[in-house]
């Protein structure tokens, strides 16, 4: 069961604040400590507010744009249909679960994943393969909206189209959830900054954390 907000028409600040008050599906491999390109300090700093500066780089911009491609892509390739959500998703066994989807496969309990790769990293995907931070945000979103299945479509830069589809694992499911919960209810919710994981990503974060705040300390020294 969830409830959902429509985000049709939220700005982007809007949109930043209402994903502050839970964990995405692009969240749950930080929390897990399996994604390469996060961590769960940077999840925590978000949530939390603390960390403000919203980076758009030209990956995530080339990511967003091509959406629409990728989905063209998977319906000619799969005959399927699939349409926008426009909502924001929340669990009402787990409110601290958010899901922002892209696309709801029309006709069928499931929904779809658009990413986009560069073709050095076609090694990623070859075999059948779905890398373990994707496949885990594709996880969170089924134990969300409860679908069965989902498909992730990538088009890998200049060299392949590949889509996969993902089936309802509860094992799975049950797992990623209790890891969420502990980190929303261990560090979030208290306020407790998760430890380092020794992650490039982590190691980012800290550098920034720590340059704010001798920014702040020369702005307003102590014992003024």
Not at 54 to 60: A, I, R
Not at 71 to 97: D, W
Not at 195 to 205: H, L, T, V
Request: proline letters at 3%; aromatic letters at 10%; a negative charge.
């Amino acid at each position: 069961m969830y409830t959902r907000v429509s985000t049709a028409g939220l700005s982007q600040e809007e949109w930043l604040e209402l994903r502050r008050t839970g964990i995405g599906g692009s969240d749950a491999a930080a929390v897990c400590g399996l994604n390469p390109y996060s961590s769960a300090m940077k999840v925590y700093l978000d949530k939390t507010g603390a960390h403000t500066e919203n980076e758009d780089t030209e990956s995530l911009r080339q990511g967003r744009d091509l959406e629409e491609y990728v989905a063209q892509r998977f319906m000619e390739a799969t005959g399927l249909k699939v349409r926008r959500s426009n909502f924001m998703y929340r669990s009402v066994e787990h409110p601290f679960m958010l899901a922002d989807v892209d696309r709801l496969i029309v006709g069928e309990n499931a929904g779809l994943e658009c990413k986009t790769a560069s073709a050095f990293n076609a090694d990623k995907w070859k075999d059948g393969n779905i890398p373990i931070h994707y496949l885990l945000q594709c996880i969170h979103y089924m134990a969300v909206t409860g679908k069965r299945s989902w498909y992730i479509a990538v088009v890998l830069l200049g060299k392949d189209f590949r889509y996969q589809r993902i089936e309802w694992d509860e094992e799975m499911i049950q797992k990623l959830t209790v890891a969420e919960e502990y980190f929303w209810e261990s560090h979030v919710i208290p306020g407790v900054l998760p430890e380092p994981d020794g992650s490039e990503a982590c190691n980012e974060i800290l550098s920034q954390y720590f340059r704010t705040a001798r920014k702040r300390e020369q702005a307003y020294p102590a014992g003024l």
